[in-house]
Structure formats: C-alpha cells, structure tokens
C-alpha cells in the first residue's frame, strides 16, 4: 500500500518520442486519482519527462499535450533521414509549442512544486530548477532539458546564463531514491509505473537511475525512443500508460471511487478482474443511464475506423485529440508525393537534392543564430581554450613524470656507479683454495661446504662453475710449487636477503 500520511512526490523519467506514455500516465492519475496530482509536493521530470511535468503542473490540456507530440513525430517521420535531417529543428518545434499550449501565468503555477532536471556543461553535474521568474524561463528551462548535444545542435542553451543540455544525461529521474516518490517510465523495470514485460530475463541497465530490464521490447523502445514510430504505435503506447497507471492504483488502494468522474468503467479488458458485486453495481448505473448510453453509442458509430487502435475508455477529451492527430490530412500534393514512381525518383536524386536541402537550412538556421552569435562566439572561444589548456596540462605532466623518473634512475645509476669496488677473483675464496692439494676431490667438497656456509647467511652467491683443470707452477716467495688451477668461464651472482 502506497502511504498517504507524508508527503509524495512524482516523478517522469526522460524518454524522447515515448513522452505519448507520460500522458496516458498523467491521464489516469486525473480522472482516477485526482488527489495524488493535487496534493503532491513536487512534480519531477528529465528531458521529456520535464514536458509532461510542466503540462501536469499547468494545467495544460492533456489532449493537446498528446496531439503536439504526435504531430512532431509526424513532421520528423516525413523527412528521409527523420529528426537527423537538416530541415527538422527540435528545438525550434517544441519551444513554439510550449509558448502556445502553456498559460500565461504558467511560471507561477511552477514556482516551488516543478522540478526540471538539467545538465549543466561545465562540471557535468545535475541540477533541479525549481523557480522561474516568466513564462519564457519556464520554456527555456523545458528546453534546455530536452536538449541532446549533436542530435539537436551543437551549442547548448542557456538558462539565467548559465549552460545545460539534456538532464537526462545526469538524473533521467529525479529523486527517485526519496521514500514517497511515484517513479514514471516508459522503459520496463523497477519504476512504480512502467511497462510489464512477459520475459525471465532479470538482467537490468541502470542509465542515470533509470531501471530498463533486457527484453526485446525494451530494446524496440529505446530505439524509438529518438527516431519516433509511426502514430498508430504511439497511440499504442498511451494505451499502455493508461493501463498501468489504472494497475498501479489499484495494487495500491488509490482509486478515488468517490470522485466526480467515476460515472463509467475502467477499461474493457479490466472488467473481467471485476468481482460479483462490482458487476451489479456496472449494470445498475448502466440501467439508471440508458439515455446517455444511447447518446455514446451513437458517437462511437459516427467514429471512423482509426478507433480500434484507440483506448475506448480513455477521457473524451484526449481520446478525440489523439484520433484528430492520428489522421492524415493529405492535400495533392502529398497524395502525388506518396506515389511510388515519385518516392523512387526521388530516392534516386537524394544525393544532388540533399546538399542542396542541406545548404538552404544552414542558411537559415545562420540568419535565425545572428541574435546570439556574439554571445555564443565567446562561449565557443572559452571551450577552445579550456579545452586546450587541458591537454597542455596533461601533456606538462606526463613530460614532468617522464623526465623525474628518467633523472632518478640515471642518478640511482650514477650512485651504484661511484660505489668503491674492490672485488677480486682472489678474493672470492677463502685462504684454503689457494693453499696446495693433491685431491680434486678435496676441492670441490670444500667448496660445496662453502657454498653451504654462504647459503646460511645474507649474501649468496650461486656460482656456475665450468672448466678445466690443470697442473702449473706458480710462484710465490721465491719458491714454486704445484696447484690446481681452475678456470671459470661462467658466474652468476645471486642476492638473497633473509631476516634472521
């Protein structure tokens, strides 16, 4: 059971295109559970988690929430390389979108109970922006979280001066670790509400603090996650908001059952979940309502056949904005463009048409930059030169540790040098080599004994003795006499410390 004696919060995990999840969600907890929207301290979201947010918070109609996000995947779907072709501006898209769905008072509504979550470029950190002194800050700060480096431009935007890009980045769902926090996400996992994939894999990825479990069918999502699906998919995906909304109020007792829209049932394939009595009571408001009964029989006749891929329970409002966004209004020339003689032509001149389309819209995406080119020039100039004094950094202290080992090794080297060596051949062995023997034998058992002598003590040397022996004479006092002399050809020295 979810408790209601302390504060809650909710929170909407980034998603891109799959932010059609986050109004379903947002749909449900409404009509069902209104007091969980209205009571909750915060209202979190990252990227497009932060838009759904906003429109919770501001009282945005959630149908025309859903249509805007349908109609840019409409737009983005009807270039050749999708969002990633130079006519399609994101930014430019959603931050016209914001100014005409939010309200005027919008900021106000957000001040102390929103929570964006930004990446700021500097350090990298996240940070939650809570206040915002106008509508323009509130869509700026929208914008800055749904902004990704390279798929939607290379120079991030501003807020209050200061630089982010997408917060998803560094929290793709803010505060999720708080006690009393209702995660969101369109991604199956461990977030309260989310998607519950038939799989045995129990194998996770945690991006950012999101839980995205390995299935097939989170793979497909991530996917379109920045390259959008056609709209029939993406109604599919509300559909699926929707119904685990319904099922995680219900696991946790938070049906308002007393509420005013409460007038009709759930969802259809729900009802067989139904017990005995709930079914008594269906059919006894169904009878006491037969006249508006008749009235939404004859609205789901009037409906054309888009309506089989759309939630039959979903509110009216959103239910209608979504099948207007869903159907395709073709005038001529899209109906002569969508000819299969005109698209393989075409597909046949994309590489003389491309540069073409390409340099056109960097021309006007040039003149649109003019405004702030001074302002980002210099920003540009100081990631240049922090960038390269980066890299002399890096490249000064390598060299330093580079030259202070090669000094000391040549000065440990130099120090071993200067080191007094007075070792001799002769003063390897003791006087008793030196001394005459008769016996080869005597010799080298004098010197195993040595050798043993030597073992037992801090410095061993392991000699390996090859040679030959003969008979000389050699003088000494003026007298001469018969010696084994040995010749080494080979020694090697062995240190051994030991710890006595």
């Known amino acids: 059971m979810f408790p209601l004696d302390s504060p809650w919060n909710i929170s909407f995990a980034g998603c891109g295109f799959l932010g059609i999840y986050h109004v379903g969600v947002a749909s449900c907890l409404l009509e069902q559970a209104p007091f969980l929207v209205l009571n909750a301290r915060h209202i979190y979201g990252a990227s497009a988690g932060a838009l759904a947010a906003t429109a919770l918070v501001s009282d945005v109609c959630l149908g025309e929430t859903g249509a805007c996000i349908i109609d840019v995947a409409k737009e983005a779907r009807k270039r050749f390389l999708g969002p990633m072709h130079p006519s399609f501006n994101l930014v430019k898209i959603v931050r016209y979108m914001l100014h005409r769905t939010l309200p005027a008072d919008s900021h106000h509504r957000a001040n102390g109970r929103l929570g964006?979550?930004?990446?700021?470029?500097?350090?990298?950190?996240?940070?939650?922006?809570?206040?915002?002194?106008?509508?323009q800050e509130l869509v700026q700060a929208c914008v800055c979280s749904a902004y990704i480096p390279v798929y939607c431009g290379l120079i991030p935007p501003t807020l209050q001066g200061v630089r982010y890009v997408d917060g998803g980045i560094s929290d793709n769902l803010p505060q999720y670790e708080l006690k009393n926090t209702i995660t969101v996400s369109p991604f199956s996992g461990e977030s309260d509400i989310c998607p519950r994939d038939t799989s045995t894999n129990i194998h996770e990825l945690r991006f950012t603090n999101t839980s995205i479990q390995f299935t097939l069918t989170n793979l497909y999502r991530v996917s379109r996650a920045l390259f959008p699906p056609d709209p029939m998919t993406m109604k599919a995906m509300c559909k699926q908001g929707y119904k685990d909304a319904l099922r995680f109020l219900k696991k946790n007792g938070l049906l308002d059952f007393n509420g005013p829209l409460r007038d009709r049932p759930l969802l259809a394939h729900e009802n067989e979940d139904y017990n005995d009595d709930e079914e008594e009571e269906n059919k006894s408001i169904e009878e006491e309502e037969s006249p508006h009964k008749e009235e939404r029989e004859e609205m789901v006749r009037s409906i054309s056949s888009l309506e089989e891929h759309i939630i039959e329970h979903l509110p009216p409002i959103l239910h209608k904005a979504l099948v207007e966004a869903c159907m395709e209004r073709r005038s001529l020339v899209q109906s002569l463009s969508n000819l299969l003689p005109v698209r393989v032509a075409s597909t046949i001149m994309l590489p003389y048409t491309l540069p073409l389309e390409s340099a056109m819209f960097f021309t006007l995406r040039l003149l649109e930059w003019l405004p702030d080119v001074q302002e980002d020039v210099v920003w540009i100039r100081e990631q240049i030169?922090?960038?390269?004094?980066?890299?002399?950094?890096?490249?000064?202290?390598?060299?330093?540790?580079?030259?202070?080992?090669?000094?000391?090794?040549?000065?440990?080297?130099?120090?071993?040098?200067?080191?007094?060596?007075?070792?001799?051949?002769?003063?390897?062995?003791?006087?008793?080599?030196?001394?005459?023997?008769?016996?080869?034998?005597?010799?080298?058992?004098?010197?195993?004994?040595?050798?043993?002598?030597?073992?037992?003590?801090?410095?061993?040397?392991?000699?390996?003795?090859?040679?030959?022996?003969?008979?000389?004479?050699?003088?000494?006092?003026?007298?001469?006499?018969?010696?084994?002399?040995?010749?080494y050809t080979k020694i090697h020295f062995l240190y051994v410390l030991r710890f006595i």
């Open 116 to 135: 964006i979550s930004l990446t700021r470029v500097t350090d990298g950190e996240n940070v939650l922006v809570s206040n915002f002194n106008s509508k």
């Open 385 to 487: 030169l922090r960038i390269v004094q980066r890299i002399l950094q890096q490249a000064s202290r390598s060299i330093s540790q580079h030259v202070s080992a090669r000094f000391s090794y040549q000065l440990e080297l130099h120090h071993y040098q200067s080191l007094p060596y007075q070792l001799s051949s002769t003063n390897l062995f003791p006087s008793w080599v030196k001394e005459r023997s008769s016996s080869v034998q005597d010799i080298f058992s004098r010197l195993n004994q040595y050798k043993r002598h030597l073992m037992s003590g801090i410095l061993c040397i392991n000699m390996d003795l090859q040679g030959s022996f003969e008979t000389g004479q050699m003088p000494q006092n003026n007298s001469s006499f018969k010696c084994i002399v040995v010749k």
